[in-house]
């Protein structure tokens, strides 16, 4: 059988393969051991996360171009967002990303229904989220402020008749500057929008997640998947302070 | 050329191991649910080698209608389409993942000592993911093409044509999917899954290699995802991101597109830099002259190569100083590129070297690379580059990188291996043949553009003024020569796969682990998880194995 015998060594040949404590059952085959296979899981879910960086990097990107090159078409739009609604929001995400964290906890010490609970109050805090995105759109919606054909400058023009533009107190823009605030609700659309793309795939997760964990199957011992996700949400979470940071508060410290 | 280092089996005796990775389990189910990256390099090869004869009949069409200067074969906006389609196949469903999805694949975890990928459903997903999108780019085809050329450049892509953009980028970010998660997969098993023994600095230059294009394919393909994710906001709603008409900068579309897709040339050149520097030791039974040199300047051309995407803008109006600084920066990739030319070349100086058609690609490849690698000068200077950019001197460049580089680099490795990978060697005369007619047809097809390029004929036009037609007719010609050259391995190939001759374990007398153990392989790959105590490239140690194994035998 020389044809299938990889370089054996003589002396130090076989490590003690197959001796030794019993292989848990979720230890894939090609592992050498759990370490390994967590280690490996680890590494891979933090280099998803660079291509995620690298993925908003792009809007980052243009963010800072376009608020350099039109810096009063930005701060009057960015006075169309309501910071009450976005610091709520912000801190909805703070606290279930402290949930998630008492779920990889949970998990790791074996407490499966700290673990439920931690994953449901984790699902309805994104739920709540979304609900107030939901509120946030369909205002931008009801103004016009939505990129495109329909499109409406009269926030901007006319400050005086605009709500949210005389409680900041803004001066009406000259018109091609006023033209600009489309590319601001262009870019507050693009990654806000991606962000709850991501949103809504971790709430889907979260949803099987709760599902697998009701009947144990995080707290034996094989936590891998619980932490992956951990890191995706608490990334999602930072996500949206940089995004809360950008496209909220552009002026409010003047 | 009557030496050769091949020492088969004794070919009456000899049979292939009856448990092995394509035995053990049948049936299409097993292949398609399968998570041993033996198979899914094999699923990859047949469906990469599809799209690349979609890629190459495309081709073909292009250069027949080429022939003359009026435009007859098609009209105009079909050989829009036409050129288009060839770009998107031949770069997102061939060259992109070529080398990585296929030899990698197959390749990484025996030359490190491993099982399995660390992934293997993620990469089994990466390949559904290729297919998906290779689906949509045919459909799209099907459906009426695309005419924005493979670069989906705005405001062209956004406002002007209204072919079905949509459905080719979405093709394309499909594939840039599979194509992060096969790099993924890459970075984390080369950092977690190395056998004992089996540091960094004696991992075989093709693992270096493909490390170097995990870190590009993981860093660079999001962005372009999020260029395209752009590009079809901008054409369903109308955000304004790209569009001047409301403040949007398309140039700001072309600096996201090109920071993917100038390392994706990277992507596409480095693996299989990497299959050169084994068959190069391979043939010459020495190792690889300055080795870490070789593996840093991998390493080096993916960090570099994150820093010159402008140059593809130059004339499209950035500023002169960005000129300057991304011309410089350009010169820069030469540096390392030439440290892998040259210290290939001093591998080969004193080496015992054979001719096997594994080695003929390999010197195809460094002669064609050089021209292209050289040309990629011109084009880095900037006042060449507004002569000749937009020319079929741009065309002649790329094609002597991607075709006469990579295309020939991934014939060296199909060779090199084929004999791992299926237990049966190819027939050899005739693949020396076919190495050289590719060549041959290689430079007749594509040499002519350089001097086209320089007299000024532009690119993507599907007529000419009449004094371009003979050097026309010479490519055209070449590529006929070319398309003979491709169809030959195909057909000896699958040949091989009933009545070539035995291959036994270690064919080519090559130090690689992946030489040491059965071929084809078992489904885990060792038996015992191997111990790495030698150098990357140690003939000495294959003659003390050698002598040790007769010992024991004896």
Redesign the interface.
């Known amino acids: 059988m020389s044809d299938s015998t990889a370089i054996a060594h003589d002396a130090h040949a076989a490590p003690d393969h197959g001796h030794g404590e019993a292989h848990p059952t979720y230890l894939r085959h090609h592992f050498e051991n759990v370490e390994q296979q967590a280690d490996a899981a680890g590494f891979a879910m933090w280099i998803f996360l660079l291509t995620e960086v690298m993925f908003f990097g792009g809007l980052f990107t243009a963010y800072l171009i376009y608020r350099n090159w039109y810096y009063p078409a930005f701060v009057a739009a960015s006075h169309q967002l309501s910071v009450v609604w976005g610091t709520t929001n912000t801190a909805v995400l703070i606290f279930s990303s402290f949930t998630m964290a008492m779920g990889v906890w949970c998990a790791e010490t074996r407490r499966r229904k700290g673990l439920v609970l931690s994953l449901c109050l984790t699902f309805l805090l994104g739920l709540v989220f979304l609900g107030i995105k939901t509120i946030e759109y369909s205002e931008k919606i009801e103004k016009h402020h939505v990129p495109g054909f329909h499109y409406n400058l009269s926030s901007f023009l006319d400050p005086d008749n605009d709500a949210a533009a005389k409680a900041a107190s803004d001066k009406a823009l000259p018109l091609d500057m006023a033209r600009h605030t489309e590319v601001y609700f262009s870019l507050y659309f693009a990654m806000t929008g991606m962000h709850a793309l991501h949103m809504i795939i971790g709430i889907a997760i979260l949803g099987y997640m709760i599902f697998r964990a009701r009947a144990g199957a995080y707290t034996s011992g094989h936590v891998t998947f619980v932490e992956n996700f951990g890191l995706y949400w608490h990334f999602v979470d930072i996500i949206w302070i940089y995004l809360f940071a950008l496209l909220y508060l552009i002026s409010r410290h003047q | 050329m009557s030496a050769t280092i091949v020492s088969l089996p004794d070919q009456s005796t000899a049979r292939i191991?009856k448990?092995n990775f394509i035995t053990k389990e049948n049936g299409l189910l097993s292949w398609l649910l399968t998570g041993d990256h033996k198979r899914i390099a094999i699923l990859y090869l047949i469906s990469l080698s599809f799209f690349f004869f979609i890629g190459g009949a495309l081709a073909g069409l292009i250069r027949l209608e080429l022939l003359t200067p009026q435009t007859d074969l098609m009209a105009t906006d079909t050989y829009n389409k036409v050129f288009t389609m060839h770009g998107v196949i031949m770069i997102f469903f061939f060259l992109v993942p070529s080398v990585p999805a296929t030899l990698g694949n197959f390749l990484i975890p025996l030359m490190i000592g491993?099982?399995?990928?660390?992934?293997?459903k993620?990469n089994l997903l990466s390949w559904y993911l290729y297919i998906a999108g290779g689906i949509l780019a045919i459909y799209t085809m099907a459906s009426g093409g695309v005419d924005t050329g493979w670069t989906f450049t705005t405001p062209l892509s956004t406002h002007y044509v209204n072919t079905n953009v949509l459905t080719t980028g979405l093709a394309a970010f499909i594939a840039g999917f599979s194509s992060?998660f096969t790099g993924?997969?890459f970075?984390?098993?080369i950092?977690?899954?190395r056998c004992?023994g089996m540091t960094w600095f004696r991992m075989p230059l093709f693992v270096w290699a493909h490390y170097a294009a995990s870190i590009l394919m993981?860093?660079?393909?999001?962005?372009v995802?999020?260029?395209i994710?752009?590009i079809a906001?901008e054409r369903t709603?109308?955000?304004?991101?790209f569009d001047p008409t409301?403040?949007?900068?398309p140039l700001?579309f072309q600096?996201?597109f090109w920071?993917y897709s100038h390392p994706a040339v990277y992507i596409m050149i480095l693996p299989g830099m990497g299959v050169i520097s084994e068959t190069i030791s391979t043939f010459s039974r020495k190792r690889v002259f300055g080795y870490t040199a070789v593996a840093f300047s991998s390493v080096a051309i993916a960090v570099f190569g994150f820093f010159v995407w402008a140059h593809h803008m130059f004339i499209m109006g950035i500023s002169n100083y960005a000129v300057l600084v991304f011309s410089l920066l350009t010169m820069l990739v030469a540096v390392p590129s030439a440290i892998k030319i040259f210290n290939w070349t001093f591998t080969l100086y004193k080496g015992s070297i054979t001719f096997e058609t594994p080695m003929l690609y390999t010197f195809g490849f460094m002669g064609l690379f050089t021209i292209g690698g050289l040309t990629g000068v011109f084009l880095g200077t900037a006042g060449t580059d507004i002569h000749l950019t937009e020319t079929y001197f741009i065309v002649a460049h790329f094609h002597f990188v991607m075709v006469g580089g990579m295309l020939m680099a991934f014939l060296a490795g199909i060779h090199f291996w084929w004999p791992k990978i299926t237990g049966r060697m190819y027939p050899e005369k005739i693949s020396q043949l076919a190495a050289v007619i590719t060549f041959i047809g290689f430079n007749f097809t594509f040499f002519p553009q350089f001097i086209l390029g320089t007299l000024g004929m532009p690119r993507r036009y599907a007529s000419y003024p009449p004094e371009f037609q003979i050097l026309n007719v010479f490519s055209t010609a070449g590529a006929t020569i070319l398309g003979v050259g491709y169809l030959l391995p195909v057909l000896y190939l699958t040949w091989s796969l009933k009545y070539g001759a035995i291959a036994?374990?270690n064919p080519w007398q090559a130090t690689g682990?992946e030489w040491?153990?059965?071929s084809p392989p078992?489904t885990?790959?060792?038996?015992?998880?191997?111990?790495m105590?030698h150098e990357a490239y140690d003939y000495e140690w294959l003659e003390n194995?050698k002598a040790k194994?007769v010992a024991s035998?004896g």
Not at chain 2, 218 to 223: E, S
Not at chain 2, 237 to 241: E, N, T
Not at chain 2, 246 to 249: R, S, T, V
């Open positions: 191991p448990v491993a099982k399995d990928l660390a992934l293997p993620i992060i993924l997969n970075i984390v098993t950092h977690k899954m004992p993981v860093l660079a393909t999001p962005v995802a999020i260029a994710v752009l906001l709603i109308g955000i304004g991101v409301k403040g949007g900068d700001l600096h996201l920071f036994g374990n682990l040491q153990i059965q078992l885990e790959n060792f038996t015992v998880t191997p111990i105590d194995q194994e035998v």
